[in-house]
């Protein structure tokens, strides 16, 4: 019989503080059935369909639900230079040379970034413990909590990005709340802080009274009935209809939304580019997009500094672009995952590709050397079953037979 090296235990595997693994208990000890980390917060999904989240304070929502959108717009006006229950900047709270909020990010500024932050983590856990503990939880929530949705709303899959989230409903009805000043939560607005959970108005009611027949995407009709996968990337956002078709929303700097420009997509935008192709797996990382075809094929887009594209080159794609390559061959990729700055794809036949940056390992190959296209990974007597990527490290759940 094979055994699995990770399992899920009826809690989560990390406290918000610890530095070293914690069960973290959630109430009535649920089973948690999906989890997903951001760049500071967490969120996990149990076996009822409820949703917990913990970690940075403007990730865990805190306000009503918005069901009227136009209460968006009102309620960003009169925030203006003031402060709301639900609509909050933090403009102090992201350490310097992790600009999440400015327009730019150089590529010096991005490569300095792990040196800045590590240093910041020495010097914290220089302080008293009295100290750091009173400023850690002035920031954050480390005990998970109950996002609460509409009445009867079952959650299916979440999705994490920088500062936002993204909840998938078994109805195919996308949930988002968190920092939308990019346009990553896709009210069409740049609204800053949205702190109470609210429904990404993908859908397009039926005037016939009859089920769902379409996507809204910016006033165009894409295939679709309803949403079936979602990710989030550090400032962007992407979801996948049952038909397949792609959309996307958010930061567009370097090209991550697919659109053929570095525009920001402040509401969801399909990617007429993929017209003739159904999408079945999506993933995004901090600059960068990546979606598995149903016939397997690797399509990336977006900001490709450090070799994150596997395209064998550094320079962006706004449009995406095929991974073709001898090392993959006729592989049929299966799941996609991205990290910051890396990318990693576990194919049919169980093999795993690893590319982009590895100044830590990441990539898993032996080395802290980057590589811009795909390289195998070697995994030796055990059967890959999934993978998951942080922003500077990977995971790998796998079966070893006994």
């Known amino acids: ?49 409820e949703l917990y989240t913990w970690g940075w304070k403007e990730c865990v929502p805190s306000g009503n639900l918005i069901g ?49 932050i590590a240093k910041r983590r020495k010097i914290s856990s220089a302080k008293p413990e009295s100290e750091s503990s009173t400023g850690s939880e002035e920031f954050f929530t480390p005990s998970p909590c109950l996002v609460t949705l509409g009445p009867g709303v079952r959650i299916t899959t979440v999705a994490a990005g920088g500062r936002h989230t993204l909840a998938l409903t078994d109805m195919g009805q996308v949930w988002g709340w968190g920092y939308g000043g990019e346009g990553q939560l896709g009210l069409g607005t740049r609204v800053k802080m949205v702190s109470s959970p609210h429904v990404i108005p993908c859908i397009e009611p039926s005037t016939s009274g ?25 400032r962007h956002s992407a979801v996948v209809t049952d038909a397949g078709a792609l959309l996307t929303f958010g930061w567009g700097l370097y090209g991550q939304c697919g659109q053929g420009n570095t ?8 990617l007429n580019s993929l017209s003739g192709t159904k999408v079945k797996n999506i993933a995004a990382g901090l600059w960068h997009t990546l979606c598995i075809s149903d016939d397997g094929r690797v399509h990336a887009f977006g900001g490709n500094q450090f070799g994150q594209l596997g395209t064998g080159g550094d320079e962006a794609e706004t449009l995406p672009k095929i991974l073709d390559f001898p090392g993959l061959g006729s592989k049929h990729a299966k799941v996609a995952s991205c990290g910051a700055r890396h990318s990693v794809i576990l194919t049919e036949d169980g093999q795993l590709f690893s590319w982009g940056w590895n100044k830590y390992g990441q990539l898993g190959l032996g080395d802290s050397v980057d590589r811009n296209t795909p390289s195998q990974v070697s995994i030796e007597g055990c059967l890959p079953k999934n993978i998951a990527c942080g922003w500077w490290h990977t995971l790998l759940l796998a079966e070893r037979p006994i």
């Not at 610890?18 to 948690?32: D, F, G, K, Q, V």
């Not at 009859?210 to 550090?234: F, L, N, Y």
């Open 68 to 116: 009227d959108l136009g209460m968006v717009g009102r309620l960003q006006r009169d925030t203006t230079g003031n402060q709301s229950s639900l609509l909050v900047e933090q403009v102090n709270s992201v350490p310097q040379g992790f600009n999440l909020t400015s327009g730019t990010v150089s590529n010096l500024d991005s490569k300095r970034a792990g040196e800045d």
């Open 210 to 234: 009859k089920d769902r027949s379409s996507v809204v995407s910016q006033g165009s009709k894409v295939p679709g009935s309803c949403v079936k996968e979602i990710a989030c990337g550090g």
């Open 1 to 49: 019989m094979p055994r699995s090296h990770v399992s899920l235990s009826p809690f989560a595997f990390f406290s918000g503080l610890a530095e070293t693994p914690e069960p973290c208990r959630l109430p009535n000890e649920a089973s948690i059935l999906k989890a997903a980390a951001g760049w500071a917060h967490c969120v996990s999904v149990t076996e009822n369909g």
């Open 263 to 270: 525009n920001d997509q402040l509401r969801p935008s399909y």
